[in-house]
């Protein structure tokens, strides 16, 4: 239809990913008299036009074919794209010079690592998709994308060659895992780095903090990645914050955050000074702020005030942070961040009536931290970590917050073996259960 006009690249993550793509290509595009060359990956068709087979696996990847006229962009699995940056730059190069509609055609699964800002960005406005999205750009023009949801029930030509397919599929992983490949699920989170998070239990409606209650800070910096910063309160003894809700003491709270970003994992490029400046402007009505804790990386100097510096003069000299325990992974029998973070939503037992509570909690109001803390995956290189690649800026923000205030699970009490009955005396079980004397 539109000869050497049509001008496309189909893209994976790494070239041998798409050998059964270029195998299928080969079944329809040689009937109409396509040539195909191997060591380039391209198809020549007959009117002209072109199809190229190519990796994307960074923003790099796709800044190589800027100045040329492609049509057309497909880019499989996106959901192996923890961040979108490197899609979302194929839109400088769509671009015709002949007419030609221009369009990007992505596909995926959820349950990646890119299954966040895939969902945010096309699931939920319309979750039951075929709905054409609008979205207005700074310039008021309009993008229109889609979401086109496929299920297994709708691919008729495997159902009918492969029948055992669906039997096969619940043994790939997690009921989560299955879940979302099945239904098409973009709720389910399979290989959660924080399997315990519970938005029943962890997220609590908004309520007035109490004055006398202990607060503090806890901030990540970014500025081409976004900052995370959010405002904590510590529950002083049990309190019940909406009917049937008691918070134990000790507990976290997190009543506030400010999340700078301007789309999934891009930060605002805000300076320090405004940073400082819009800190102090939210908790102007709160009571005095003392401790805070701030990613140790924002205390480099280099020739000049450090980032911490600036922000504390861009408040007017009110918002103060120090260096937060970076800690990551617990070493030689230390705790690290994320085992602290960990016990603390997993809480503890207290026992009838409260039974088991979580030691953090945070508003519903905090949005972002709702959205990419329970997607938040495993590092395939180190499994103890989490991926750093994915949007982690508020985790990291909350395991500063934890190795602020240590905590630590009350250890079960040891029992003494006891003999077995029929050969025991009452000394026999008065000795094995006799309290040991305790050195002062």
């Not at 008729?156 to 979302?180: C, F, H, Q, T, W």
């Not at 914050?241 to 999934?264: F, I």
């Not at 408040?315 to 961040?337: E, H, I, P, Y």
Request: with cysteine.
């Amino acid at each position: 239809m539109y000869g050497a006009g049509f001008n496309a690249l189909f893209f994976r993550k790494e070239l041998p990913m798409l050998d059964d793509a270029i195998q299928r290509s080969a079944e329809i595009y040689t009937k109409i008299g396509a040539r195909w060359n191997d060591q380039k990956k391209t198809w020549r068709f007959p009117g002209g036009g072109r199809l190229r087979f190519r990796p994307l696996e960074r923003t790099l990847d796709a800044e190589k074919y800027q100045g040329q006229n492609i049509s057309d962009c497909c880019v499989e699995e996106v959901g192996n794209y923890p961040d979108p940056a490197p899609i979302d730059r194929l839109h400088g190069i769509l671009r015709s010079a002949t007419g030609v509609p221009t369009q990007l055609i992505m596909t995926g699964n959820p349950g990646g690592p890119g299954q966040s800002w895939i969902k945010e960005r096309f699931v939920d406005p319309d979750p039951r998709g075929m709905k054409v999205i609008d979205t207005v750009l700074p310039n008021k023009a309009v993008h229109k994308s889609v979401f086109i949801p496929s299920k297994l029930q709708n691919n008729l030509i495997l159902m009918k060659n492969d029948p055992e397919y669906v039997n096969r599929l619940y043994l790939v992983g997690s009921p989560e895992l299955v879940r979302a490949w099945l239904e098409g699920d973009w709720s389910a989170i399979e290989g959660a780095y924080f399997d315990n998070w519970s938005t029943e239990k962890h997220v609590i409606k908004p309520f007035g903090i109490p004055k006398d209650w202990p607060r503090f800070r806890s901030g990540d910096w970014g500025s081409a990645k976004p900052f995370s910063i959010g405002w904590w309160a510590i529950v002083p003894d049990w309190f019940e914050a909406q009917e049937g809700k008691w918070l134990p003491r000790g507990a976290m709270v997190r009543y506030r955050e400010w999340y700078g970003s301007k789309g999934p994992n891009k930060g605002q490029k805000r300076t320090a000074e405004s940073l400082g400046q819009g800190i102090a402007e939210r908790e102007r009505e709160d009571p005095v702020i003392k401790n805070s804790v701030l990613d140790p990386a924002a205390f480099a100097e280099d020739g000049g005030p450090s980032l911490a510096e600036r922000i504390y003069l861009g408040s007017g000299k009110t918002v103060q942070f120090r260096r937060a325990d970076n800690k990551r992974v617990g070493k030689d029998g230390a705790m690290g961040g994320w085992d602290m973070m960990r016990q603390r939503l997993d809480g503890e037992d207290f026992g009838y009536p409260y039974g088991n509570r979580p030691m953090i909690y945070c508003f519903s109001t905090c949005a972002d931290s709702i959205r990419t803390i329970p997607m938040m995956q495993h590092d395939i290189n180190n499994p103890e970590d989490l991926d750093t690649k994915a949007e982690d800026h508020a985790a990291d923000e909350w395991r500063y917050a934890c190795m602020s205030r240590p905590y630590q699970r009350p250890l079960p009490e040891k029992v003494k073996p006891i003999p077995l009955i029929q050969k025991a005396t009452l000394n026999d079980l008065w000795a094995a259960n006799k309290p040991e004397k305790k050195r002062i």
